[in-house]
């Protein structure tokens, strides 16, 4: 918090003048005799390289960091709030746009979640294709992060390579989804919609796109002078310090201990594909950008092996108990709105009791058992879990996020104290904080 400003005022030959002060310095600077030459500097939250709204307040003796504390708060958007006042189903559209880099992870943790409340188990089919985007999402997800940081550290070609890549990911999003970003395609019970025809052979396209991607950009920077010596031994923090934070997915990885929640704490049949866990041993700057660029990897091992399976797995993408399944029959029509001609004829001309139930459903969605459950998933980031709260109602009595970047940014003092101002910006994006999921 800062402190309450003061003024002054002194009259002069032009007027009286008012001197107006930040009480905050006295605070911070104290009775420190070396005042004088300390440093206060604001970074942020309107900065480049703070990947968003985050603002640092830095406390500097000449280059080197001596305090550095976090601002937060500047991207709130009440999401975990308002989503108490819609249905069960409409809650994909708000946490979807929690971390908006990560928006199909949000949706499967809630999702997840309202089924463990209601007992109720998803398709096959829907369990895939729930594998399958999340997968892209995160490959998605650690190419913005491989952008974003190489623009904070000068490596433009970082930038637009890495952009360019992340466009090819949301160029399958868009095609599975119809949408770029918040997608709301999870939803409880199962998917949206299915597949679009023709799939198989664009993403197996994709597949080959993206291993020369991240070759691509593995060569470039894995032996680039310059980039070795702005992340090497810089914002070093431990498996001790990350266990002690509670820091998690590449941040714990990259010190060294091999916690992945799709190993250690399997779900949507994670354990039965054939994928490694990558981890380094450095805890800095670097083994996190080795472990990132390995992940992107077995993402793509991962989304091979889904294709080899739905192509064989077919069936609903949605629960079958009409109570939940909503929009009911959901599938794209001639004139692209979301339910069939067969289902729209049914509900107008046919059977006025499908009419009430379909409008009883859209409008005031389906009743969830009180409870409370806990879900975890491992997100780009890391343990992304969702709390989920019902009282028996038709809408969430309470849903809160325990989101990674929120969670992560408690390293930040740890990783920088005692370095240089400049390495300040190569720890924060090591972190891959996302703003909208820290404050949402």
């Not at 089924?115 to 995160?138: D, H, P, S, W, Y």
């Not at 310090?241 to 941040?251: R, V």
């Not at 009791?353 to 009883?360: D, N, Q, T």
């Amino acid at each position: 918090m800062m402190a309450q400003s003061q003024s002054r005022s002194r009259a002069t030959t032009e007027g009286r003048v008012f001197d107006l002060s930040g009480g905050d310095w006295d605070s911070v600077l104290g009775e420190d005799p070396i005042a004088e030459e300390r440093l206060v500097l604001n970074m942020g939250p309107q900065h480049p390289s703070t990947h968003g709204v985050l603002r640092l307040v830095l406390e500097l003796e000449g280059e080197s960091v001596t305090d550095v504390r976090l601002v937060v708060g500047y991207l709130h958007t009440g999401i975990e709030k308002n989503a108490e006042f819609r249905n069960w189903t409409q809650g994909s559209t708000f946490v979807t746009r929690c971390d908006y880099l990560a928006p199909l992870f949000n949706e499967t943790a809630y999702s997840m979640a309202v089924e463990k409340l209601l007992g109720t188990e998803i398709t096959e089919r829907a369990t895939l294709i729930r594998v399958l985007m999340m997968e892209i999402n995160r490959i998605s997800s650690h190419f913005v992060w491989l952008a974003t940081g190489g623009m904070e550290l000068g490596a433009l070609t970082a930038m637009t390579n890495g952009f360019r890549a992340r466009e090819r990911c949301l160029d399958i999003l868009e095609m599975i989804t119809g949408l770029r970003m918040n997608h709301a395609y999870i939803r409880p019970g199962g998917v949206a919609q299915d597949l679009p025809e023709g799939y198989a052979p664009k993403i197996r396209e994709w597949l080959k796109a993206m291993d020369e991607e991240v070759a691509g950009v593995d060569k470039l920077l894995r032996g680039q002078p310059i980039w070795i010596k702005r992340i090497k031994g810089v914002g070093w923090i431990g498996v001790e310090g990350c266990l002690s934070l509670g820091l998690t997915g590449p941040m714990l990885r990259a010190a060294g201990l091999p916690w992945d929640l799709r190993k250690t704490e399997p779900y949507l049949g994670y354990e039965t594909y054939d994928f490694d866990v990558p981890t380094d041993s450095g805890g800095d700057c670097w083994s996190r950008f080795v472990v990132r660029v390995a992940e992107i990897r077995e993402s793509l091992r991962i989304i091979a092996q889904v294709l080899d399976r739905i192509e064989d797995t077919p069936g609903p993408i949605m629960v079958e108990d009409p109570k939940i399944a909503w929009p009911a029959q959901l599938s794209i029509g001639p004139d692209g709105m979301g339910n069939s001609p067969a289902y729209i004829n049914k509900i107008m001309n046919g059977s006025m009791e499908s009419l009430i139930h379909h409008f009883k459903l859209v409008t005031e969605g389906f009743r969830v058992p009180p409870g409370q459950v806990y879900v975890p998933i491992e997100g780009p980031r890391g343990e992304l879990g969702a709390h989920v709260v019902s009282d028996g109602g038709t809408r969430p009595y309470r849903i809160h996020l325990r989101e990674p970047s929120f969670i992560n940014l408690q390293a930040t003092a740890a990783m920088t104290i005692g370095g240089q101002i400049a390495d300040v910006i190569a720890s924060v994006a090591s972190l891959d904080p996302v703003m909208g999921g820290c404050d949402r």
